[in-house]
């Protein structure tokens, strides 16, 4: 049996925290506690864990206990999948990584993730994400000249396309920033460079999350359906969230 972790929190009496609500079953329908040490408490559950690969169910049993300790309180998410073979095994951990826990719990002390996922419909080219044709016969078509100056064209597309995406993407998350400057305190972006998977018509250009202070909430959703990118972007909003996007490095697993 060994110690399947959640998430890090504040605990106990150095910080003034009570013990948390009762908390939902883990991955496996689990009991989670909270194993406590240095004023800090790690979200366990304890169990068999020699089976972790990832569902849907696993995913959204471990997503439910963080959202319900970030309900409560400032969590730093673990990545799925940290196990620790003894409860003093836990404790060490703490014990070792607590400054540093402590700190990064410190960052993000009543923030909460927002996302936004820019898309845009389909530009000038073709935008096919594959350069080449593969209908029937289409080795033979290869040697044919024609055919070939084809496929160079469908290859010099393709970058073209993905370069203007680059460049569009680079001044959409610019401008979203500037729009929402002051209402959040870290912003972490992630460009769509593939050319697909996309919708029939829309197109994923780039995602942004965003740290914001809960209390900032309300401003924050106000500004961004002030905003107006282009006529053919759109935004889609979620959140908030716990910060997972914000916590701390990889967890190795024992």
Not at 84 to 96: F, M, Y
Not at 131 to 141: E, H
Not at 228 to 246: H, I, K, M, Q, V
């Amino acid at each position: 049996m060994s110690w399947l972790l959640y998430g890090i929190v504040f605990a106990g009496p150095r910080h003034g925290f009570e013990p948390p609500p009762m908390l939902p079953l883990g991955v496996g329908g689990a009991p989670v506690r909270l194993i406590e040490a240095c004023g800090l408490g790690a979200a366990v559950s304890r169990g068999d864990w020699s089976e972790l690969t990832p569902s849907v169910g696993r995913a959204l049993a471990y997503a439910e206990v963080v959202e319900a300790l970030h309900a409560d309180r400032t969590v730093l998410p673990l990545r799925y999948g940290c196990v620790l073979g003894q409860e003093s095994g836990v404790v060490e951990l703490l014990r070792t990584q607590g400054g540093t826990y402590t700190e990064r719990l410190m960052g993000l002390d009543g923030c909460v993730e927002m996302g936004i996922r820019v898309s845009t419909t389909e530009g000038g080219s073709s935008g096919k994400g594959d350069c080449g044709v593969k209908g029937p016969g289409w080795r033979r078509g290869m040697s044919s000249p024609f055919a070939g100056s084809a496929y160079l064209v469908r290859r010099k597309e393709f970058y073209a396309e993905r370069e203007r995406r680059a460049h569009e993407a680079a001044a959409s998350s610019q401008r979203l920033r500037a729009a929402l400057a002051g209402l959040f305190l870290r912003c972490k972006t992630e460009h769509c460079a593939a050319l697909g998977p996309r919708s029939v018509f829309r197109v994923p250009l780039l995602s942004l999350q965003f740290l914001v202070k809960r209390e900032g909430l309300p401003s924050f959703r106000a500004a961004v359906l002030r905003i107006d990118l282009t006529e053919r972007a759109s935004l889609l909003l979620s959140g908030p969230w716990p910060p997972y996007n914000f916590a701390m490095p990889d967890l190795q697993t024992e």
